[in-house]
């Protein structure tokens, strides 16, 4: 998932490891901290593979590397862009990270990517309205464990109310691309 994001940052131009880092924090949905000890390893094996290039700014009085995406780099960043996210726990992560690049890559990827998000979000909707149903049986029989069973509901409708949601920016963006 690093190379993916990494790779996909530097597509807008040279950056810092310091500014890597903070550009990371941020764009992680559960605001996790990047620590240097993960990322300049990673920095370090992606100039190995010719990705990218490190150089210092002779001009900062920090001596603060700069990653500059090489364009082996812009080529591997895109073959990872048009590769189809596995169904796993990180699929929702990827697929947003995807969704943030898609400027860097051309209409057809664009509309792969918004496309197979699309399905996630439809398997996800209806796994929710699924859901929800079987809640509300249950709150119906009223068994003794009500509440329990409303809050198991509440919390359904808001996973609900944010597919849905992603959903109608998916569509919003294909059909936009439809112009395109």
């Known amino acids: 998932m690093y190379e993916l994001i990494i790779l996909g940052v530097l597509t807008s131009g040279d950056k810092s490891g310091y500014a890597l880092r903070n550009i990371l924090e941020n764009i992680f949905t559960t605001r996790r901290k990047v620590s240097s000890g993960v990322l300049y390893p990673r920095l370090d094996e992606f100039a190995k593979c010719g990705w990218i290039t490190l150089y210092e700014n002779p001009q900062d009085p920090r001596s603060a590397r700069f ?6 780099g812009a ?3 895109r073959k990872l862009m048009e590769q189809p996210v596995a169904y796993d726990s990180k699929r929702e992560e990827l ?3 995807k969704c943030r690049f898609l400027g860097s890559v051309s209409v057809p990827v664009r509309k792969q990517i918004l496309l197979e998000y699309q399905t996630y979000l439809t398997t996800d909707i209806n796994a929710y309205q699924a859901l929800a149903l079987h809640m509300d049986e249950h709150i119906q029989r009223d068994d003794g464990q009500r509440e ?6 509440a ?3 808001l996973d609900l109310t944010l597919a849905q949601t992603k959903l109608a920016w ?3 963006q294909l059909t936009t691309l ?3």
């Open 95 to 97: 697929l947003h990270f």
């Open 67 to 72: 990653a500059h995406l090489t364009e082996q």
């Open 148 to 153: 329990k069973y409303h809050y198991v509901l």
């Open 178 to 180: 439809k112009g395109e």
């Open 155 to 157: 919390g359904t409708e």
């Open 75 to 77: 080529q591997h960043f």
């Open 170 to 172: 998916v569509e919003q």
